[in-house]
């Protein structure tokens, strides 16, 4: 599903809006500017008086009124593991193979039944016999070392994550703002 990248006013990312959700924008004047390509044109009623029929062209990204605020830095975004596993690569974070989505599991680094969150610096993929090998021990009491460091996904990196669909615009668009050690990268 096809899906407008909705900024604040100075470009922090906000949500993904649904094509009518973002004509709602449009048409109630919040849209203050405009990035990456047109992807609809809308065509409304006609003007009873200039008899000119009404249109709303959508693009990709749209900043809004709003000052949006939430410091970037301190936004922690939900976990879920569609995003982990993508934030991971879905690489096993003990034994480095790579898996379908399908094959994968969350791994508590310390586990829930010994006091660990679940939380993102507390998780990483893992495949099923590692997870399985692993059990409720520590990664040392196991003998299985982490090979990458698990961590929080950045507001940019969420927004990537969340959505399934990102056209190529606002794929660059968020990529410029990706963190320089960000998994994400290429």
């Not at 410091?71 to 193979?97: A, H």
């Not at 927004?159 to 606002?170: E, K, V, W």
């Not at 668009?173 to 963190?179: C, H």
Request: charged share 20%; net charge positive.
């Amino acid at each position: 599903m096809l899906q407008i990248l909705k900024l604040t006013v100075s470009g922090l990312p906000q949500e993904w809006l649904t094509l009518e959700e973002a004509v709602l924008h449009y048409a109630t004047g919040q849209v203050l500017w405009e990035a990456g390509m047109e992807i609809a044109i809308l065509h409304g009623g006609h003007n009873a008086i200039s008899g000119m029929r009404s249109e709303v062209r959508v693009n990709s990204i749209i900043g809004v009124t709003g000052m949006g605020k939430v410091n970037p830095f301190d936004i922690v975004p939900s976990l879920s593991n569609s995003k982990l596993f993508q934030r991971d690569r879905g690489i096993c974070g003990y034994c480095g193979d790579q898996f379908s989505v399908s094959a994968l599991e969350r791994e508590h680094i310390v586990p829930l039944s010994r006091g660990g969150r679940d939380a993102w610096m507390n998780v990483v993929a893992s495949c099923r016999p590692c997870n399985q090998r692993k059990r409720a021990r520590l990664p040392e009491e196991a003998g299985m070392p982490l090979i990458y460091a698990p961590y929080v996904p950045s507001l940019w990196e969420d927004m990537i994550l969340r959505n399934r669909t990102i056209l190529s615009d606002q794929m660059a668009f968020l990529a410029a703002n990706l963190p320089r050690g960000s998994r994400l990268h290429g």
